[in-house]
T-cell receptor, first 116, second 114 residues
């Protein structure tokens, strides 16, 4: 079974430039998460999708961050404009929330963003 | 919010059993406890999950006391390849649960030596 795919793996941009990250979840997984992970810290949830609906986006900085999940499969996370403090690893995870028991998330390898 | 606290680092030797404890004093009734392993340049990988008492799978055991204010991940007979960061995650992992309250700890760096 193919895992969660993210691209690009690495991205270097100058501040005030836009940047976008792409995630392809595990086939059939209806739930998709975007996390931010700073160096030496645990992941921090940015947004969760149930199919194409963003059901938890309270921790997404909406002034510069946006996300979409068209057709309930792939997702894109965008930052515009990027700031120096946005340098981090952006992780995507997916799960198959079936309503039975508790959820297990499967993570992609992440995109390491460096803002100069 | 259920904040979690873990030791920053631990050292062990190959073949030993390792126990990593996570404190989560404000855990809520609907919260589950999940442990993840993370290697450099990779995303976290699921190890084990539980709600109360003891859970065991092929790679680890999870001990949760009755008050659920802490949990202990037990790794039997560690090897060099178990060197990684281990995170405990506390949150409502049920379908429709409030995932905006998912809290990862800062992680424990386990270093296994020969």
């Amino acid at each position: 079974e193919a895992g969660v795919v993210q691209s690009p793996r690495y991205k270097i941009i100058e501040k005030k430039q836009p940047v976008a990250f792409w995630c392809n979840p595990i086939s059939g997984h209806n739930t998709l998460y975007w996390y931010l992970q700073n160096l030496g810290q645990g992941p921090e949830l940015l947004i969760r999708y149930e199919n194409e609906e963003a059901v938890d986006d309270s921790q997404l900085p909406k002034d510069r961050f946006s996300a979409e999940r068209l057709k309930g499969v792939d997702s894109t996370l965008k930052i515009q404009p990027a700031e120096l403090g946005d340098s981090a690893v952006y992780l995507c995870a997916s799960s198959d929330r079936t309503g039975v028991g508790a959820d297990t998330q499967y993570f992609g390898p992440g995109t390491r963003l460096t803002v100069l | 919010l259920a904040k979690t606290t873990q030791p920053v680092s631990m050292d062990s030797y190959e073949g030993q059993e390792v126990n990593i404890t996570c404190s989560h004093n404000n855990i809520a009734t609907n919260d589950y406890i999940t442990w993840y392993q993370q290697f450099p340049s990779q995303g976290p990988r699921f190890i084990i999950q539980g709600y109360k008492t003891k859970v065991t799978n092929e790679v680890a055991s999870l001990f949760i006391p009755a008050d659920r204010k802490s949990s202990t991940l037990s790794l039997p007979r560690v090897s060099l390849s178990d060197t990684a960061v281990y995170y405990c995650l506390v949150g409502d992992m049920r379908y429709g649960g409030a995932t905006n309250k998912l809290i990862f700890g800062t992680g424990t760096l386990l270093a296994v030596q020969p």
